[in-house]
């Protein structure tokens, strides 16, 4: 028996009221069950019940025990002072406030169902390897259900997404050009060089990327620079050229990179290389002078397409490293990475930004990444293997991945939407 499961069964009432009494053998009518706190502090505030004849307004605190409440010291701490009603699911001793009156005490043993509790077992105490904790019963739940749901999640993920953006807008002094080249940084080095390249752009001020951004090969050269790309000794003209301006510009701005995280290259496509992501992202702050606002103003995909549509500079058409070259190809950058900088920055910043000037309207995101085919990782293909079509383009990707992210993997079945209809006897 988990605690959270207590605070379940109490929030949505899942035992047998009726015959609620207190352990003092007194009457138990339960008018409002609170508001769930999930902070320190009791369980639930603003709780109202009535005992007897006499209506209480205040605090409602759970334990699995009785005795948890002088565990916890609970007795010597005021924010208990106003508990109304102690809910556990064993009574084991009496407890009093500081006046010595007596809490009434609500023991739920022998008030839930064994239906419930069986569910309750069967999905979080029970040991298995499932992929998710429901996976038996997945392919169950009804499509409508999971494609509502998918909706909540997606709006709590962006709403996460906002903590990182919120946090860079308060150290960028509120510019939120300046968010967005941080943002797209992070997110043009992919999962394995996001922290570096978030590094390497925090290194630089935003006012020294507009100076520089007239030249590709001065933008380029910082970002190298700033990265570690260049603490090295090699005898090539192109090299060279980039050592010398990044030097140059060092100086002028008085960069430092000391503490920049250094970018990686294993187990990294050459696609994905540093060198050439940070040359496409120079290339895009050198062609697009109003990036910010033409990617807010942008009204469709094709639109946001058209504005990422730029490759790295001319060496590395024909070169990898400083060292190898091989035939000549164009690096544009693809639209599944388009999508993945879309997915992760021009929305969620988007959405943002969208707040900050009271506009709550959000139809025209979800729009844009509905468009936008379903990311293919183990996870989308793990729902879609429990039940076909559960996701079929990015919002449902992104819903189900902040899912199993913050729900599955932590055990947090009893605040899941789904968890909850398999615990109240919905799914057979």
């Known amino acids: 028996m988990q605690e959270h499961f207590l605070h379940y ?18 009457s138990l009518q339960i008018l409002d069950v609170g508001v769930h706190n999930y902070n320190s502090g009791p369980d639930f505030f603003n709780a109202k019940i009535k005992i007897e004849d006499q209506i209480w307004a205040g605090n409602v605190e759970i334990h699995l025990k009785s005795s948890d409440w002088y565990l916890h010291k609970h007795e010597i701490d005021p924010n208990y002072d106003n508990v109304i009603l102690h809910v556990v699911w064993e009574d084991d001793v009496a407890i009093y406030r500081k006046d010595n009156s007596i809490i009434p005490t609500l023991q739920l043993k022998g008030l839930i169902s064994e239906t419930t509790l069986s569910s ?42 906002s903590d990182l953006i919120l946090e860079l807008l308060r150290n960028s002094e509120n510019n939120w050009e300046a968010v967005l080249f941080k943002l797209l940084a992070k997110n043009f080095g992919l999962n394995i060089n996001g922290s570096a390249f978030l590094s390497m752009a925090s290194s630089i001020s935003f006012q020294t990327v507009q100076k520089l951004r007239s030249s590709q090969q001065r933008l380029e050269a910082v970002f190298f620079g700033q990265s570690g790309l260049l603490n090295k000794k090699i005898d090539n003209d192109f090299f060279l050229s980039l050592d010398k301006e990044y030097e140059f510009a060092r100086l002028k701005h008085r960069l430092e990179n000391s503490y920049v995280e250094r970018a990686k290259y294993f187990r990294l496509r050459p696609d994905n290389f540093p060198n050439i992501r940070l040359s496409q992202l120079a290339s895009l702050y050198n062609k697009k002078a109003h990036l910010f606002s033409d990617l807010m103003e942008a009204k469709g995909l094709q639109d946001v397409y ?96 902040h899912l199993k992210q913050e729900y599955c993997d932590k055990n947090e079945c009893l605040q899941c939407r789904l968890g909850n209809k398999i615990l109240s006897g919905l799914i057979q």
Request: charged letters at 25%; proline letters at 3%; hydrophobic letters at 40%.
């Open 306 to 401: 058209q504005i990422f549509t730029v490759q790295p500079a001319a060496y590395w058409q024909s070169h990898y490293s400083f060292e190898k070259e091989h035939s000549a190809k164009p690096k544009f950058l693809t639209h599944d990475f388009m999508d993945l900088l879309i997915i992760n920055t021009i929305i969620p910043l988007k959405f943002c930004y969208n707040k900050a000037r009271g506009i709550s309207d959000i139809e025209e995101l979800l729009d844009l990444i509905h468009q936008i085919k379903s990311e293919k990782n183990k996870i989308s293909l793990g729902f879609n293997k429990l039940k076909s079509g559960t996701i079929t383009n990015a919002l449902h990707s992104q819903a189900m991945l």
């Open 9 to 26: 069964v109490w929030k949505f009432r899942k035992f047998d009221f009726g015959k609620a009494r207190t352990v003092q053998n007194f």
């Open 120 to 161: 309750y077992r069967e999905l979080l105490i029970a040991p298995n390897n499932k992929w998710i904790n429901c996976a038996t019963d997945f392919n169950k739940f009804d499509e409508f259900d999971v494609k509502n749901y998918q909706y909540s999640l997606y709006l709590e993920r962006l709403n996460n997404k």
